[in-house]
């Protein structure tokens, strides 16, 4: 299993949907794990930490199943400013590593 | 000015140039990253700093040489890179090192001709 792999997409979704990313990942021992957002030709920047309670903000929600080792991404009534590539991000190894996934694309269309 | 600033913004160069990337974060923070976004990969780490020490090399080729002067301060020094070093190069800063909540600069996009 890679690292860290998520479906790079593009996920099509019509305004007002509810839209969910999966990530995952292979090292047991990391312990906390974050969601970037990266639009078009500029750099990510941080959506969200993921913990093993679950995080939410808004009409996002990031979870984690550890059991599973994957984390997901929830974004319901998605607006077309939400059109970005997602990155899942997750720390480990030595001088915490951190290692990003390819991202996934989601496109709001009107 | 505030957050993580990178200059320049868009670089052209050719295989025989020495050429250099500057970040500079203006958050206080003591740890600095070096990444690399080539189409269709994800991010990869190249080099990390901890307060103005190297703590990490991802096994980069010596043709990209990191400085780090101070802890707000980062560069990284390009000599005879190949077309395929072309990319995004993003500079990122965090707390500490161990911290993967982490802000970055807008990128140089980098043209090897």
């Known amino acids: 299993r890679k690292e860290v792999e998520q479906d790079p997409g593009p996920f099509n979704v019509p305004e007002g949907a509810t839209v969910a990313f999966n990530c995952t990942y292979s090292n047991s021992a990391s312990q906390s794990f974050f969601w970037y957002r990266q639009d078009c030709r500029k750099e990510p920047k941080l959506l969200m930490s993921v913990y093993s309670s679950g995080n939410e903000d808004g009409r996002f929600t990031a979870q984690l199943n550890r059991a599973s080792q994957y984390i997901s991404l929830l974004i319901r009534d998605s607006k077309l400013s939400d059109s970005a590539t997602y990155l899942c991000v997750v720390p480990g190894g030595g001088y915490q590593k951190v290692t990003f996934g390819i991202g996934t694309k989601l496109q709001v269309i009107p | 000015e505030t957050g993580v600033t990178q200059t320049p913004r868009h670089l052209v160069m050719g295989m025989t140039n020495k050429k250099s990337l500057k970040c500079e974060q203006h958050l206080g923070h003591n740890a600095m990253y070096w990444y690399k976004q080539s189409a269709k990969k994800p991010l990869e780490l190249m080099f990390v700093y901890s307060l103005e020490e190297r703590v990490e090399n991802n096994s980069v080729p010596s043709r990209f040489s990191p400085e780090c002067p101070n802890s707000s301060h980062l560069f990284l020094h390009l000599h005879t890179l190949q077309p395929e070093d072309s990319a995004l190069y993003l500079c990122?800063?965090?707390?500490?090192?161990?911290?993967?909540?982490?802000?970055f600069g807008q990128g140089t996009r980098l043209t090897v001709v």
């Open positions: 990122a800063s965090s707390q500490e090192v161990q911290n993967a909540e982490a802000f």
